[in-house]
Nanobody
Framework: QVQVVESGGGLVQAGGSLRLSCAASGHTGRTYTMGWFRQAPGKEREFVAGISWISGSTAYGDSVKGRFTISRDNAKNTVYLQMNSLKPEDTAVYYC?????????????????WGQGTQVTVSS
């Protein structure tokens, strides 16, 4: 069992920045992936970014490339999502998720454990 807890959402003006945090605990193992997804009202859950815990390799969704950065702190078992140059279309509930695969997966059904989600609202 793995527990995933996000924090750091909020309200920000367009062009601003936010940093989300996600702590994973429990039986994570050594080879796994952490991912960030988001879901806006009436839309499907969308891949935002992922990081392979063992290799540190990262991947991003097309809509956030160049603006968002995913990183990890191994000692704290925590992953971060730094979001810069935010746009109103980034408004969504952001979810952190754990995947037992060591390579980054891009679809929600490949992730085994999910956090409760944190709201990010970007005003124009």
């Amino acid at each position: 069992q793995v527990q995933v807890v996000e924090s750091g959402g909020g309200l920000v003006q367009a062009g601003g920045s936010l940093r989300l945090s996600c702590a994973a605990s429990g039986h994570t193992g050594r080879t796994y992936t952490m991912g960030w997804f988001r879901q806006a009202p009436g839309k499907e859950r969308e891949f935002v970014a992922g990081i392979s815990w063992i290799s540190g390799s990262t991947a991003y969704g097309d809509s956030v490339k160049g603006r968002f950065t995913i990183s990890r702190d191994n000692a704290k078992n925590t992953v971060y999502l730094q979001m810069n140059s935010l746009k109103p279309e980034d408004t969504a509930v952001y979810y952190c998720a754990y995947c037992a695969w060591g390579s980054i997966q891009y679809t929600p059904h490949d992730y085994d454990y999910w956090g409760q989600g944190t709201q990010v609202t970007v005003s124009s």
